[in-house]
């Protein structure tokens, strides 16, 4: 590495904050990111994810702390930590009048890429992405899978050390999902660089080295999965009362175990014992009852106090549930 | 992947020769992209058709004011030949304002943002863009050229090769005055808006479709014309560029040629100064 001054983390993030208006997207965000490893930010809509990653692409300034990418400033070396980045946006950002091969073309030009590299780096992007074919159709003709990968190529053309990937498999299909991430893991290993990536599907976590779980512009939570599971991974307990009344009941008296409602069921901090005493007394009187090992998804729960899925209905199941209720023009 | 390696070859590279990749880079993204908008190809070729064959053509038996009774002035030229050159700097006009205006895609559409997180420099970027722009829009200007034998206007390559730096000139600097407006514009309404709002008037008020005499002193001009008409066309910067390609092209001057220059010299510079401005700012 060139000179970097601050090395020893790849991404260094210290007390970061960022206000838009009256809404605080960040609030005092610290975390580093150790080179070559797969890290996760994961939180649910509006949680700052994307604020941060402004940040650290230098396209956003914060309002208060430090952002070092590879040991530069990203306030006052933008260029250095840019030479660095390989970022993918939430949003898609290709040319849909240029082809393929044009847009990744484009891209090593703006990087400073030597022409004979530049070839070289195109031929073998496009492969790993599988991508070969389709090099002289336009972009636009591209499925929104398609363009995800054509993205990610196009973040390794120039000589990236650090990805930035924005919810990189949001929308997509489990197919299409599986076979980005494990582009990103081949990545990994033979380009030996440090992957940072923000999402709000849980499952997808679990192979990461570390899963830093945020909320409202905070930190809840980084560690390991496994760790993350085990610390925080509190059994919990769903159940479902029988009646308005029971439930009401319910509520009241266990009020301090309480992690969450999700429709008609109620979430409950438990145990074992717990959960033969309430069988106990309300057995009669519940519907179902359902008890969840630690997994992720129950680390988010107790964490955010909120259910993920749900808070991450996309215009998509949001039109769907629209039209199962009924809404105009669907009959 | 063998190209890979913890060793940065680009950073090896002069920081200069970056950027004047990253330059042609955006030109030429930005002369693509014009190509192949069919809509934008089929204006500039059909505006000089009509404003120069129906336009010209039609109007031209009226231009000369010999024929009818008491004649104020004589331009020795037809209709069709005064008209021509303000035609090349019409089609200059739409195509600078109309790539101007992508800027606003560039901004929705997440393309300004890829760029901005190269290690370009934002100047680099809107010089890329603004001559692409201008590229394109001088493209469109020789369509014009192609009419030339239509309009009986004989051009030397001499003339041409003149012609080229006076359009280019005009292209730089409409195509940043195109930007600057498109940076203060929040919600788009269509390219409409512009050609109406600004294109058209300036056009219509920079003496490009009818002459004000030059051997007329200024009072006896303002006889001729009303008053407000001449003070409009005299502040209007595009006069100054439709008479010094008026020059070149059909060897007839209503100011002195080099006003022209300069005036587009000094908008050039001053207008892509401002967008640089609020594009820094952005
Ligand atoms: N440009 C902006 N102006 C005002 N408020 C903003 C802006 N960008 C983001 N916010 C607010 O900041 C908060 C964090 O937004 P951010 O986009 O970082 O969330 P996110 O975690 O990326 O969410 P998502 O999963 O929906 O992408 C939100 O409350 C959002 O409304
Ligand atoms: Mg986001």
């Known amino acids: 590495m060139t000179g970097a001054p601050n090395s020893g983390s790849a991404i260094h993030v210290d007390a970061l904050s960022k206000r838009y208006g009256r809404t605080l997207a960040l609030d005092g965000v610290s975390f580093d990111v150790g080179d070559n490893e797969l890290f996760a930010l994961l939180g649910p809509n509006g949680a700052g994810k994307t604020t941060l990653m402004h940040i650290l692409c230098t396209i956003l300034r914060p309002d208060s702390g430090v952002a070092l990418i590879g040991g530069f400033d990203v306030v006052k070396q933008p260029l250095a930590a840019r030479r660095r980045l390989g970022i993918v946006f939430q949003e898609p950002s290709l040319d849909d009048r240029l082809t393929v091969h044009e847009n990744l073309n484009?891209?090593?030009?703006?990087?400073?890429?030597?022409?004979?590299?530049?070839?070289?780096?195109?031929?073998?992007?496009?492969?790993?992405?599988?991508?070969?074919?389709?090099?002289?159709?336009?972009?636009?003709?591209?499925?929104?899978?398609?363009?995800?990968?054509?993205?990610?190529?196009?973040?390794?053309?120039?000589?990236?050390?650090?990805?930035?990937?924005?919810?990189?498999?949001?929308?997509?299909?489990?197919?299409?999902?599986?076979?980005?991430?494990?582009?990103?893991?081949?990545?990994?290993?033979?380009?030996?660089?440090?992957?940072?990536?923000?999402?709000?599907?849980?499952?997808?976590?679990?192979?990461?080295?570390?899963?830093?779980?945020?909320?409202?512009?905070?930190?809840?939570?980084?560690?390991?999965?496994?760790?993350?599971?085990?610390?925080?991974?509190?059994?919990?307990?769903?159940?479902?009362?029988?009646?308005?009344?029971?439930?009401?009941?319910?509520?009241?008296?266990?009020?301090?175990?309480?992690?969450?409602?999700?429709?008609?069921?109620?979430?409950?901090?438990?145990?074992?014992?717990?959960?033969?005493?309430?069988?106990?007394?309300?057995?009669?009187?519940?519907?179902?009852?359902?008890?969840?090992?630690?997994?992720?998804?129950?680390?988010?729960?107790?964490?955010?106090?909120?259910?993920?899925?749900?808070?991450?209905a996309g215009a998509r199941e949001s039109t769907l549930a629209f039209g199962k209720r009924g809404g105009e023009h669907t009959r | 992947?063998?190209?890979?390696?913890?060793?940065?070859?680009?950073?090896?590279?002069?920081?200069?020769?970056?950027?004047?990749?990253?330059?042609?880079?955006?030109?030429?993204?930005?002369?693509?992209?014009?190509?192949?908008?069919?809509?934008?190809?089929?204006?500039?070729?059909?505006?000089?058709?009509?404003?120069?064959?129906?336009?010209?053509?039609?109007?031209?038996?009226?231009?000369?004011?010999?024929?009818?009774?008491?004649?104020?002035?004589?331009?020795?030229?037809?209709?069709?030949?005064?008209?021509?050159?303000?035609?090349?700097?019409?089609?200059?006009?739409?195509?600078?304002?109309?790539?101007?205006?992508?800027?606003?895609?560039?901004?929705?559409?997440?393309?300004?943002?890829?760029?901005?997180?190269?290690?370009?420099?934002?100047?680099?970027?809107?010089?890329?863009k603004v001559l692409g722009g201008a590229t394109v829009a001088v493209f469109h200007g020789c369509l014009v050229l192609l009419l030339a034998r239509f309009a009986d206007v004989p051009l030397t390559w001499l003339d041409v090769l003149k012609a080229l730096g006076l359009m280019a000139m005009l292209a730089f600097a409409l195509t940043s005055l195109g930007v600057v407006i498109a940076n203060r514009i929040r919600s788009f309404e269509g390219f409409g808006v512009f050609s109406n709002a600004v294109i058209l008037p300036l056009y219509f008020t920079s003496s490009s479709i009818f002459p004000i005499d030059p051997s007329l002193s200024r009072a006896q001009t303002r006889v001729v014309y009303p008053d407000w008409l001449v003070t409009i066309v005299e502040y209007n910067p595009l006069t100054y560029a439709v008479d010094a390609l008026r020059g070149v092209l059909i060897n007839y001057n209503q100011f002195d040629p080099r006003l022209g220059i300069a005036i587009m010299a000094i908008f050039g510079v001053v207008l892509f100064a401002i967008a640089l401005f609020d594009f820094r700012r952005a």
């Open chain 2, 1 to 128: 992947m063998t190209s890979a390696g913890p060793t940065a070859p680009t950073a090896r590279r002069s920081p200069l020769l970056i950027q004047l990749g990253g330059l042609y880079g955006i030109w030429l993204r930005e002369v693509k992209r014009a190509i192949r908008d069919r809509g934008q190809l089929i204006g500039g070729i059909s505006r000089p058709i009509l404003w120069v064959l129906i336009l010209g053509i039609g109007l031209n038996p009226y231009f000369r004011g010999e024929v009818y009774g008491e004649v104020t002035f004589v331009v020795p030229f037809t209709y069709l030949q005064f008209i021509f050159p303000a035609v090349v700097a019409l089609n200059i006009m739409f195509t600078s304002v109309q790539s101007a205006v992508s800027v606003i895609w560039d901004r929705e559409f997440g393309f300004l943002r890829e760029v901005l997180v190269s290690p370009m420099s934002r100047g680099m970027v809107l010089l890329g």
């Open chain 1, 106 to 312: 484009l891209h090593g030009l703006v990087f400073g890429v030597p022409r004979k590299l530049r070839r070289q780096r195109i031929e073998e992007m496009l492969a790993l992405v599988e991508l070969t074919e389709w090099a002289d159709k336009r972009a636009r003709t591209l499925s929104s899978g398609m363009k995800r990968r054509l993205e990610i190529a196009r973040a390794l053309i120039h000589d990236s050390e650090i990805m930035l990937l924005d919810e990189p498999t949001a929308g997509l299909d489990a197919q299409t999902r599986d076979r980005i991430w494990s582009y990103i893991g081949r990545l990994r290993n033979e380009r030996q660089i440090t992957v940072l990536v923000t999402t709000h599907y849980i499952e997808e976590v679990e192979g990461f080295d570390r899963v830093c779980v945020v909320d409202h512009g905070k930190v809840l939570a980084l560690d390991t999965p496994e760790a993350l599971k085990r610390d925080c991974g509190q059994q919990l307990l769903r159940i479902v009362p029988k009646g308005e009344d029971n439930r009401q009941e319910i509520l009241t008296r266990y009020a301090d175990r309480l992690a969450g409602e999700a429709g008609e069921s109620i979430l409950l901090t438990s145990d074992d014992a717990f959960v033969e005493a309430l069988l106990a007394e309300y057995g009669g009187r519940i519907r179902s009852l359902a008890i969840e090992v630690p997994s992720l998804e129950t680390v988010f729960l107790s964490l955010t106090g909120r259910e993920l899925r749900d808070q991450a």
